[in-house]
């Protein structure tokens, strides 16, 4: 047990520093500014230097562990731990979360309510991402909905009110599935509910019982990561978000999907997920195309990325669904790279907004010339969105077509329809993303934008190279960042070898 409780230092710091922010003068928008980039930029600090000075890189077992008694009659404890699948995680929203706090400098409507939401979101999922327990495993989960719901419907563009609506309707139902399965694998065989992880992984259920306990988890990931059909709330969210909180969605929360389709269903139900592994890899093949297919046909800038998002996902989905450990860690270095060019993608188009008053890309065009400095970020973005070689995008997707082309759990015929439907998502991609900087950069200038715009500022540079830069070292030294979870996907291959593949 560990001694100092860093990790729930780290959980409950932000939001606990949030409280205070209702005392600030309710005009001092820069004091509240400056103090929540404070705390998001300490919590970083705090995060790094567990990762450090705390965290070793060849245990393969749970670190830093906690365990506090908080409610006796169902043995409902603070868990809180760290492993290779939840340290790069939690640096990621450590690092995106800062970044999204200073790019909403901007903001002047409401700001104390505005920075309380980001820090509460902040320990929501730093919280997640450390939870042992299943059930703080759901609250942390739950903890999101409400301050995305609200930075949505106050700070959202015009059709706010259906986007906040469809997006509380879409996850608020769909937890529900994580609270049904955590019940039934915790009272399961046991006089007493148990909902540790280190408890229910050495509990073994009948066949039928534990595929209905994989679905009732997938039916709620499906959502959040997200996963077709269940993808629909995406484009309208992020469509009529603020861009600094498209920074969170795109960089964190679509990975509390597949980190929980990670740490549930694959670890905790190894059998049902050796079943179900060639239909995730099926579906994320088909989400790549038809994501793609739709993005390609959006006039909307923001939702145009929205769909890449979702295309991206689906190469997450192969990975898991590969039972290799090549491609499980591919998954997760692509849900990092995405989280990184997403985030950056996502701010990209609000600063374009903010000068020229449009996301319409009929209405774009020939603004290279007045903003020379957002078209240069915007290009390299969009090639690493590509997968350009030395990006990290390149890195997750050559692993994940690897994992699918070494594969031995499955038959010839199926890698290679499988093999062929990831080259045409790769040959899609640029072309939906160089169409979209056609439209906005090059031609002629549309009638209602021929005035001149100032071009991006030292914070709005600094916030894109911030991004771009791990982006382009993770692509050219992948193994930095793999060697943090590489022994834990071979462990966990080791310990279950989904024998049932």
């Known amino acids: 047990m560990n001694q100092f409780p860093w990790l729930t230092l780290i959980v409950l710091f932000p939001i606990s520093a949030g409280l205070f922010i209702p005392f600030f003068y309710s005009k001092g928008n820069k004091i509240i500014r400056w103090y929540t980039l404070g705390v998001c930029l300490l919590e970083f600090l705090l995060i790094t230097y567990i990762f450090c000075y705390k965290y070793e890189f060849s245990n393969n077992y749970i670190q830093l562990k906690e365990d ?13 731990g760290i492993d290779g699948f939840s340290i790069g995680l ?22 104390r309510l505005f920075y309380f939401l980001m820090l509460a979101m902040y320990s929501g999922q730093i919280g ?113 978000a603020h861009y600094s909180t498209c ?141 350009l070689p030395g990006t990290s995008g390149f890195a997750a997707e050559l692993m994940i077509f690897l994992a699918i082309v070494n594969n031995t759990n499955y038959s010839l015929l199926f890698k290679i329809i499988i093999v062929a439907i990831q080259g ?6 640029p072309i939906y993303l160089l169409s979209m900087l056609r439209q906005m950069f090059y031609g002629f200038k549309y009638p209602n934008i021929l005035i001149s715009f100032f071009d991006a500022g030292p914070r709005e540079i600094f916030i894109s190279f911030c991004l771009f830069i791990p982006i382009i070292f993770i692509g050219f030294y992948p193994n930095f960042v793999l060697s943090i979870w590489d022994d834990k996907t071979n462990y966990l291959f080791l310990q279950n070898a989904f024998q049932n593949s």
């Open 424 to 429: 045409v998502g790769i040959i899609l991609t």
């Open 247 to 387: 920074m969170l969605l795109a960089g964190i929360l679509l990975k509390m999907g597949g980190y929980g389709l990670i740490r549930i269903n694959m670890e905790l139900l190894p059998r049902a997920h050796s079943l179900f592994a060639p239909w995730l890899i099926g579906i994320g093949a088909i989400q790549i195309i038809y994501a793609a297919s739709v993005s390609l046909s959006q006039r909307n800038l923001k939702r145009r990325i929205a769909y890449s998002s979702v295309s991206h996902m689906g190469f997450v989905l192969i990975g898991i669904g590969s039972l290799t450990s090549i491609g499980l860690s591919g998954a997760i270095l692509q849900m990092i790279s995405h989280g990184l060019i997403g985030a950056l993608l996502f701010f990209l188009s609000g600063i374009s907004y903010d000068r020229t008053r449009t996301l319409f890309l009929n209405q774009m065009g020939g603004i290279a010339t007045s903003m020379p400095k957002i078209f240069a970020l915007f290009t390299s973005s969009s090639l690493a969105s590509s997968a």
């Open 128 to 240: 997640l991402f450390a939870s042992q327990d299943i059930l703080l495993f759901f609250l942390m989960w739950e903890l999101e909905l409400l301050p995305i719901y609200l930075l949505l419907i106050i700070w959202g563009g015009k059709s706010r009110l259906y986007a906040a609506t469809k997006f509380i309707l879409y996850t608020a139902g769909s937890s529900i599935f994580i609270l049904i399965g955590a019940l039934i694998m915790a009272s399961y065989q046991s006089d007493i509910s148990t909902f540790s992880f280190q408890n229910l992984i050495n509990k073994t259920y009948p066949l039928e019982l534990e595929i209905i306990i994989y679905l009732s988890f997938l039916i709620a990931y499906s959502v959040k990561l997200p996963i077709l059909p269940f993808h629909t709330w995406l484009p309208d969210t992020h469509g009529e």
């Open 90 to 111: 939690i640096l990621l929203t450590g690092f995106v979360t800062t970044l999204a706090t200073l790019a909403a400098w901007p903001i002047t409507k409401n700001p």
């Open 68 to 80: 506090y008694n908080w409610i006796n009659f169902m043995d409902f404890h603070w868990r809180l």
